[in-house]
Protein backbone atom coordinates (compact mmCIF):
# COMPACT_ATOMS: atom_id res chain seq x y z
CA UNK A 1 0.00 0.00 0.00
CA UNK A 2 0.57 3.81 -0.64
CA UNK A 3 1.08 6.33 1.70
CA UNK A 4 -2.04 7.58 -0.06
CA UNK A 5 -4.11 4.76 0.81
CA UNK A 6 -3.03 4.79 4.40
CA UNK A 7 -4.26 8.67 4.63
CA UNK A 8 -7.31 7.92 2.55
CA UNK A 9 -8.42 4.93 4.98
CA UNK A 10 -7.29 7.00 8.14
CA UNK A 11 -9.83 9.82 6.65
CA UNK A 12 -12.39 7.78 5.94
CA UNK A 13 -12.27 5.89 9.33
CA UNK A 14 -11.91 9.15 11.15
CA UNK A 15 -15.18 10.75 9.43
CA UNK A 16 -17.24 7.32 10.39
CA UNK A 17 -16.14 6.89 13.51
CA UNK A 18 -17.07 10.67 14.89
CA UNK A 19 -20.78 10.23 13.11
CA UNK A 20 -22.55 9.79 16.49
CA UNK A 21 -24.50 6.09 15.88
CA UNK A 22 -25.33 3.47 17.77
CA UNK A 23 -21.58 2.84 19.16
CA UNK A 24 -20.95 6.42 20.04
CA UNK A 25 -24.45 6.88 21.68
CA UNK A 26 -23.82 3.44 23.73
CA UNK A 27 -20.39 5.30 24.81
CA UNK A 28 -21.99 8.29 25.36
CA UNK A 29 -24.39 6.60 27.70
CA UNK A 30 -21.93 4.86 29.55
CA UNK A 31 -20.15 7.80 30.33
CA UNK A 32 -22.80 9.92 31.58
CA UNK A 33 -23.71 7.27 33.54
CA UNK A 34 -20.30 5.36 35.00
CA UNK A 35 -17.67 7.54 33.98
CA UNK A 36 -14.67 7.99 32.14
CA UNK A 37 -12.73 4.69 33.37
CA UNK A 38 -16.05 2.30 32.55
CA UNK A 39 -16.47 4.49 29.20
CA UNK A 40 -12.85 3.74 28.55
CA UNK A 41 -13.12 0.13 28.97
CA UNK A 42 -16.32 0.29 26.76
CA UNK A 43 -14.40 2.16 23.94
CA UNK A 44 -11.50 -0.41 23.86
CA UNK A 45 -14.28 -2.81 22.92
CA UNK A 46 -15.24 -1.07 20.28
CA UNK A 47 -11.77 -0.60 18.99
CA UNK A 48 -11.77 -4.52 19.05
CA UNK A 49 -14.98 -4.89 16.90
CA UNK A 50 -13.41 -2.45 14.67
CA UNK A 51 -10.11 -4.70 14.44
CA UNK A 52 -12.51 -8.05 14.13
CA UNK A 53 -14.10 -6.50 10.68
CA UNK A 54 -10.89 -5.32 9.70
CA UNK A 55 -9.35 -8.98 9.82
CA UNK A 56 -12.28 -10.47 8.64
CA UNK A 57 -11.96 -7.81 5.19
CA UNK A 58 -8.54 -8.41 4.74
CA UNK A 59 -8.13 -12.29 5.14
CA UNK A 60 -11.49 -12.92 3.22
CA UNK A 61 -12.77 -10.46 1.29
CA UNK A 62 -10.31 -9.74 -1.01
CA UNK A 63 -10.65 -12.90 -3.00
CA UNK A 64 -14.67 -11.99 -2.94
CA UNK A 65 -13.54 -8.10 -4.13
CA UNK A 66 -11.83 -9.61 -7.04
CA UNK A 67 -14.66 -12.06 -7.92
CA UNK A 68 -17.93 -11.00 -7.20
CA UNK A 69 -17.97 -7.10 -7.96
CA UNK A 70 -22.19 -7.18 -7.41
CA UNK A 71 -22.06 -7.91 -3.92
CA UNK A 72 -19.72 -4.57 -3.12
CA UNK A 73 -22.40 -3.08 -5.40
CA UNK A 74 -25.33 -3.97 -3.29
CA UNK A 75 -23.55 -3.33 -0.40
CA UNK A 76 -22.53 0.32 -1.29
CA UNK A 77 -26.22 1.06 -2.18
CA UNK A 78 -27.81 -0.87 0.90
CA UNK A 79 -24.96 1.57 2.73
CA UNK A 80 -25.96 4.49 0.94
CA UNK A 81 -29.94 3.76 2.22
CA UNK A 82 -28.96 3.00 5.67
CA UNK A 83 -26.73 6.43 6.36
CA UNK A 84 -29.89 7.89 4.61
CA UNK A 85 -32.22 6.57 7.25
CA UNK A 86 -29.74 6.99 9.82
CA UNK A 87 -29.53 10.81 8.86
CA UNK A 88 -33.40 10.98 9.16
CA UNK A 89 -33.60 9.41 12.67
CA UNK A 90 -30.92 11.21 14.01
CA UNK A 91 -32.95 14.65 12.61
CA UNK A 92 -36.23 13.27 14.21
CA UNK A 93 -35.04 11.98 17.43
CA UNK A 94 -31.58 10.93 17.51
CA UNK A 95 -29.94 10.58 21.06
CA UNK A 96 -32.58 11.56 23.88
CA UNK A 97 -32.27 12.09 27.84
CA UNK A 98 -34.61 8.88 27.92
CA UNK A 99 -32.23 6.71 25.90
CA UNK A 100 -29.41 7.86 27.91
CA UNK A 101 -31.17 6.90 31.24
CA UNK A 102 -31.54 3.26 28.97
CA UNK A 103 -28.25 2.87 28.44
CA UNK A 104 -26.92 3.91 32.18
CA UNK A 105 -25.07 1.38 33.75
CA UNK A 106 -22.32 0.33 37.11
CA UNK A 107 -21.06 -2.67 34.99
CA UNK A 108 -17.01 -3.30 35.74
CA UNK A 109 -14.38 -3.05 33.10
CA UNK A 110 -14.74 -5.86 32.11
CA UNK A 111 -18.28 -6.17 31.34
CA UNK A 112 -17.80 -2.58 29.87
CA UNK A 113 -15.75 -4.26 27.77
CA UNK A 114 -17.70 -6.45 26.35
CA UNK A 115 -20.39 -4.21 25.70
CA UNK A 116 -18.43 -2.07 23.60
CA UNK A 117 -17.29 -5.37 21.42
CA UNK A 118 -20.70 -6.33 21.20
CA UNK A 119 -22.50 -2.77 19.93
CA UNK A 120 -19.49 -3.06 17.50
CA UNK A 121 -20.14 -6.71 15.85
CA UNK A 122 -23.73 -5.56 15.92
CA UNK A 123 -23.29 -2.37 14.37
CA UNK A 124 -24.57 -1.88 10.72
CA UNK A 125 -22.59 1.75 10.39
CA UNK A 126 -19.70 -0.59 11.07
CA UNK A 127 -20.34 -3.48 8.76
CA UNK A 128 -20.47 -0.99 5.85
CA UNK A 129 -17.95 0.84 6.34
CA UNK A 130 -15.65 -1.98 6.18
CA UNK A 131 -17.52 -4.05 3.48
CA UNK A 132 -18.68 -0.66 1.37
CA UNK A 133 -16.04 1.70 2.47
CA UNK A 134 -12.85 0.00 3.14
CA UNK A 135 -12.61 -1.38 -0.29
CA UNK A 136 -12.55 1.85 -1.76
CA UNK A 137 -10.02 3.02 -0.07
CA UNK A 138 -7.84 0.20 0.16
CA UNK A 139 -6.97 -2.62 -2.57
CA UNK A 140 -7.31 -5.25 -0.73
CA UNK A 141 -5.58 -7.58 -3.46
CA UNK A 142 -2.43 -5.42 -2.17
CA UNK A 143 -2.37 -5.46 1.02
CA UNK A 144 1.04 -7.34 2.82
CA UNK A 145 1.11 -8.77 6.01
CA UNK A 146 2.97 -5.36 6.88
CA UNK A 147 0.15 -3.21 5.25
CA UNK A 148 -1.96 -5.38 7.56
CA UNK A 149 -0.09 -4.55 11.04
CA UNK A 150 -0.29 -0.33 9.94
CA UNK A 151 -3.94 -0.48 9.08
CA UNK A 152 -4.18 -2.32 12.67
CA UNK A 153 -2.12 0.61 14.02
CA UNK A 154 -4.17 3.35 12.07
CA UNK A 155 -7.23 1.92 13.51
CA UNK A 156 -6.93 1.66 17.16
CA UNK A 157 -5.17 5.49 17.14
CA UNK A 158 -7.64 7.05 14.76
CA UNK A 159 -10.81 5.31 16.95
CA UNK A 160 -8.95 6.27 20.21
CA UNK A 161 -8.74 9.87 19.00
CA UNK A 162 -12.41 10.30 17.96
CA UNK A 163 -13.97 8.52 20.81
CA UNK A 164 -12.00 9.49 23.37
CA UNK A 165 -13.33 13.17 23.23
CA UNK A 166 -16.54 11.93 23.25
CA UNK A 167 -16.26 9.88 26.55
CA UNK A 168 -14.33 12.76 28.32
CA UNK A 169 -16.43 15.71 27.51
CA UNK A 170 -19.59 13.08 28.75
CA UNK A 171 -18.04 12.51 31.73
CA UNK A 172 -17.17 15.94 33.23
CA UNK A 173 -20.11 17.59 31.15
CA UNK A 174 -23.10 14.90 32.36
CA UNK A 175 -25.31 18.29 32.94
CA UNK A 176 -24.54 19.64 29.67
CA UNK A 177 -25.37 16.89 27.37
CA UNK A 178 -28.12 16.18 28.88
CA UNK A 179 -29.93 19.10 28.11
CA UNK A 180 -31.87 19.28 25.23
CA UNK A 181 -30.55 21.94 22.91
CA UNK A 182 -27.49 20.17 23.30
CA UNK A 183 -28.57 16.91 21.94
CA UNK A 184 -30.60 18.58 19.08
CA UNK A 185 -26.86 20.31 17.94
CA UNK A 186 -25.38 16.62 18.41
CA UNK A 187 -28.04 15.34 16.50
CA UNK A 188 -28.34 17.62 13.69
CA UNK A 189 -24.74 17.77 13.11
CA UNK A 190 -24.85 14.15 13.12
CA UNK A 191 -27.86 13.91 10.38
CA UNK A 192 -25.79 16.15 7.79
CA UNK A 193 -22.60 14.14 8.34
CA UNK A 194 -24.58 11.31 7.60
CA UNK A 195 -25.97 12.62 4.67
CA UNK A 196 -22.59 13.88 3.44
CA UNK A 197 -21.17 10.30 3.98
CA UNK A 198 -24.16 8.89 2.05
CA UNK A 199 -23.52 11.11 -1.03
CA UNK A 200 -20.06 10.82 -1.38
CA UNK A 201 -20.26 6.79 -1.02
CA UNK A 202 -23.12 7.01 -3.82
CA UNK A 203 -20.94 8.75 -6.16
CA UNK A 204 -17.98 7.20 -5.67
CA UNK A 205 -16.96 4.96 -8.38
Given at each position: ???????????????????????????????????????LAMSL?????????????????????????????????????????????????????????????????????????????????????????????????????????????????????????????????????????????????????????AAAIA???
Open positions: MTLTGFLAYSGALAIAAAIPGPGVTALVARALGSGFRSSGLVVGDLTYLTAVVLGLAVVAQTFGMVFLLVKWLGVAYLAWLAWNFWNSGITPETIEAKKGKGGLFSSFIAGLTVTLGNPKTMIFYLAITPTVVDLRTVTLADYGILVAITIVVLLIVLVPYLALASQARWFLKTPRALKALNRTAAGFMVGAVRQ
